[in-house]
């Protein structure tokens, strides 16, 4: 491929890459299927570039996600600034972000594999729809994948020009500042950093070379962010960490951590949409541990990247909003299998049974993967709690014969292998079926869009006069349209201690359907807490997989009720 035909291909991957993610901007997200955008968290988490643009403070209240990602919302502010607050400019700041991490893959890839492995890569990365989606969210998941994957470029770039190593690191504590999930690949990049130091290469002086300057990149990242941001506001900065990444998660206990690793495939569309991009990569992936020592050190960064995510998953969350920052990982590692033109590379020939059993974990989970996304289909259009066991137990079996298989077959299976290779046609037909699934997803996403949440925005702004403060965390979701002022209710933070004692705020902002309260439980003490209360007004919005959901408008003071007489029932409350 010449060096023009290159350019123009990348070109055209980008500009349909721009067009799925700017096309309809203030669209709801997709609820049917739903990918887990939560669209009420977009104006939780622009809350303080909003309060800067539009009241001249960072702060109007206790809830401060500033604290937990200040790069994300110096974007945001920048944007806001610029433009104007509101749905389609909140939403401008992941939506670049997602473009910039197409280039940078295409990039990254290709100085490792390839032109074609480039361009394979920015098609997988620029058109999945999983990703495509939560690029069009105000959410910081994208922003931060954005920082990840440029500095993975940069120590791809490092491979030449050791000095790339520093803005590595440097892209690297951005990502953690933009969201500390990104703490993984901050320990994954020096952790290779490590490894390239130790291991004997061609060339190890450039290589040591590039591990000093990763090092250094992120040594003198986190001082300069402990000087101008984390030491100065410490109390803060402790508390919102410590609060959002460790008190509020689930347990950690031997049970939770097992349920999470076997939960993960199984709860959630994003893995079987994209099962031919994970059977891809898995396979690229586990064959990529024959020759561990040979690899370059960018992909050896992707394993590392794969690898330590998904323990990281293990350690937290399994919610969806967690494997979009995979995709750029699992992309690149699938294109440089396919257009390497080989099944797995020579070396895994050499690789005696012995040897393979080293790799017995990652065989085993990487097929309980691949079986549990398709075994999932049994049990569509929801995996409810009483299938999830069953489901479990299914897959696993699967997995448990497709390993015997695998190891039984050694090494003639490994020979196989690596004797196969992909024909320029097949890996251009399998790149094909894979976008085109995505962009029929799209598709029939934008066929069926709405506009219930931006409207709904709308309707409150009419309503209330600017300035108003209301009560809840869906106040913060229906906020960017309008100028009232959301007083956040989180769980033990962001206004908690006295969500019940709040009488200058007059209105409360929530769910009541599918049942009152959706947005979480804690906006129920609010309720409560006014039995007077009346309901002004309700508003559709799109949450759920049915797409008819209702938000409310509630005066906790009922207005003309007669003192004492209960107020409006809302509904069900949320179990």
Same mark, same amino acid.
């Given at each position: 491929?010449?060096?023009?035909?290159?350019?123009?291909?990348?070109?055209g991957v980008l500009v349909l890459a721009a067009l799925l993610r700017t096309l309809f901007p203030t669209a709801d997200p997709p609820w049917n299927p739903t990918v887990g955008v939560v669209w009420h968290d977009e104006g939780a988490w622009v809350h303080n570039a909003r309060n800067r643009v539009l009241w001249g403070a960072w702060s109007t209240d206790a809830w401060n996600p500033l604290f937990i990602a200040p790069v994300f919302t110096v974007l945001e502010y920048v944007s806001f600034a610029l433009l104007g607050?509101? +749905?389609?400019?909140? #939403?401008?700041?992941?939506?670049?972000?997602?473009?910039?991490?197409?280039?940078?893959?295409?990039?990254?890839?290709? $100085? %490792?594999g390839g032109s074609t492995a480039g361009l394979i890569a920015a098609a997988l990365v620029g058109t999945n729809f999983f990703y495509v989606m939560y690029n069009r969210a105000a959410l910081m998941e994208s922003t931060m994948v954005a920082m990840m994957t440029a500095s993975w470029y940069c120590y791809v770039r490092a491979e030449d020009r050791p000095g790339w190593g520093v803005a590595a690191g440097g892209f690297a504590v951005l990502a953690f500042f933009t969201k500390a999930a990104a703490a993984f690949f901050?320990?994954?990049?020096?952790?290779?950093?490590?490894?390239?130091?130790?291991?004997?290469?061609?060339? !190890?002086?450039?290589?040591? /070379?590039?591990?000093?300057?990763?090092?250094?990149?992120?040594?003198?990242?986190?001082?300069?962010?402990?000087?101008?941001?984390?030491?100065?506001?410490?109390?803060?900065? /402790?508390?919102?960490?410590? !609060?959002?990444?460790?008190?509020? @998660?689930?347990?950690?206990? &031997?049970? *939770?951590?097992?349920?999470?690793?076997?939960?993960?495939?199984?709860?959630? =569309? +994003?893995?079987?949409?994209?099962?031919?991009?994970?059977?891809?990569?898995?396979?690229?992936?586990?064959?990529?541990?024959?020759?561990?020592?040979?690899?370059?050190?960018?992909?050896?960064?992707?394993?590392?990247?794969?690898?330590?995510?998904?323990?990281?998953?293990?350690?937290?969350?399994?919610?969806?909003? #967690?494997?979009?920052?995979?995709?750029?990982?699992?992309?690149?590692?699938?294109?440089?299998?396919?257009?390497?033109?080989?099944?797995?590379?020579?070396?895994?020939?050499?690789?005696?049974?012995?040897?393979?059993?080293?790799?017995?974990?990652?065989?085993?989970?990487? *097929?309980?993967?691949?079986?549990?996304?398709?075994?999932?289909?049994?049990?569509?259009?929801?995996?409810?709690?009483? +299938?999830? $066991?069953?489901?479990?137990?299914?897959?696993?079996?699967?997995?448990?014969?497709?390993?015997?298989?695998?190891?039984?077959?050694?090494?003639?299976?490994?020979?196989? &292998?690596?004797?196969?290779?992909?024909?320029? $046609?097949?890996?251009?037909?399998?790149?094909?079926?894979?976008?085109?699934?995505?962009?029929?997803?799209?598709?029939?996403?934008?066929?069926?869009? *709405?506009?219930?949440?931006?409207?709904?925005?709308?309707?409150?702004?009419? !309503?209330?006069?600017?300035?108003?403060?209301?009560?809840? @965390?869906?106040?913060?979701?229906?906020? %960017?349209?309008?100028?009232? @002022?959301?007083?956040?209710?989180?769980?033990?933070?962001?206004?908690?201690?006295?969500?019940?004692?709040?009488? =200058?705020? #007059?209105?409360?902002?929530?769910?009541?359907?599918?049942?009152?309260?959706?947005?979480?439980?804690?906006?129920?003490?609010?309720?409560?807490?006014?039995?007077?209360?009346?309901?002004?007004?309700?508003?559709?919005?799109?949450?759920?997989?049915?797409?008819?959901?209702?938000?409310?408008?509630?005066?906790?003071?009922?207005?003309? !009720?007669?003192?004492?007489?209960?107020?409006?029932?809302?509904? #069900?409350?949320?179990?």
């Open positions: 491929m010449t060096e023009r035909r290159f350019w123009i291909a990348l070109f607050v509101g +749905v389609w400019q909140a #939403r401008l700041v992941s939506e670049v972000g997602g473009l910039a991490s197409v280039l940078l893959i295409a990039g990254g890839v290709r $100085r %490792l901050v320990a994954a990049l020096a952790l290779d950093a490590v490894v390239s130091w130790l291991l004997p290469q061609p060339d !190890q002086q450039a290589a040591r /070379r590039r591990s000093m300057a990763a090092i250094a990149g992120l040594a003198a990242a986190f001082l300069v962010a402990l000087a101008i941001f984390v030491g100065p506001y410490w109390t803060e900065y /402790r508390f919102y960490n410590w !609060q959002m990444s460790v008190t509020r @998660k689930p347990s950690y206990d &031997l049970k *939770s951590l097992l349920d999470r690793a076997s939960w993960f495939p199984v709860l959630h =569309d +994003v893995f079987t949409q994209n099962w031919l991009l994970i059977v891809a990569a898995t396979t690229s992936a586990l064959a990529a541990l024959a020759r561990w020592r040979t690899l370059a050190a960018g992909e050896r960064l992707l394993l590392w990247w794969i690898g330590l995510g998904t323990i990281e998953l293990f350690v937290h969350d399994v919610a969806e909003r #967690r494997f979009v920052m995979f995709i750029p990982a699992v992309a690149a590692t699938a294109a440089l299998a396919l257009a390497g033109r080989r099944a797995a590379s020579v070396e895994l020939a050499q690789v005696t049974r012995a040897r393979a059993m080293l790799a017995l974990p990652a065989v085993a989970y990487g *097929s309980y993967v691949a079986a549990a996304a398709l075994i999932r289909l049994l049990y569509l259009p929801e995996i409810h709690a009483g +299938v999830m $066991r069953s489901t479990v137990r299914l897959s696993a079996a699967v997995a448990l014969l497709a390993t015997i298989g695998i190891y039984a077959a050694w090494p003639r299976l490994s020979r196989a &292998l690596a004797g196969m290779q992909w024909s320029a $046609r097949a890996a251009v037909a399998f790149t094909a079926i894979v976008c085109a699934v995505d962009v029929t997803l799209f598709v029939y996403w934008a066929r069926g869009r *709405s506009y219930e949440n931006i409207a709904a925005s709308i309707a409150v702004g009419r !309503q209330l006069p600017a300035g108003t403060l209301v009560h809840g @965390k869906l106040a913060n979701g229906l906020s %960017l349209e309008n100028h009232i @002022k959301p007083v956040f209710v989180g769980r033990n933070f962001g206004n908690y201690d006295d969500r019940r004692q709040r009488d =200058d705020v #007059r209105y409360i902002l929530t769910y009541v359907a599918p049942c009152v309260g959706y947005e979480g439980p804690v906006i129920n003490d609010v309720i409560a807490a006014y039995p007077e209360r009346r309901v002004v007004m309700t508003f559709d919005v799109a949450e759920t997989r049915t797409g008819a959901d209702r938000a409310a408008l509630v005066d906790k003071f009922g207005g003309r !009720q007669p003192a004492g007489r209960p107020g409006d029932d809302l509904g #069900r409350a949320c179990n």
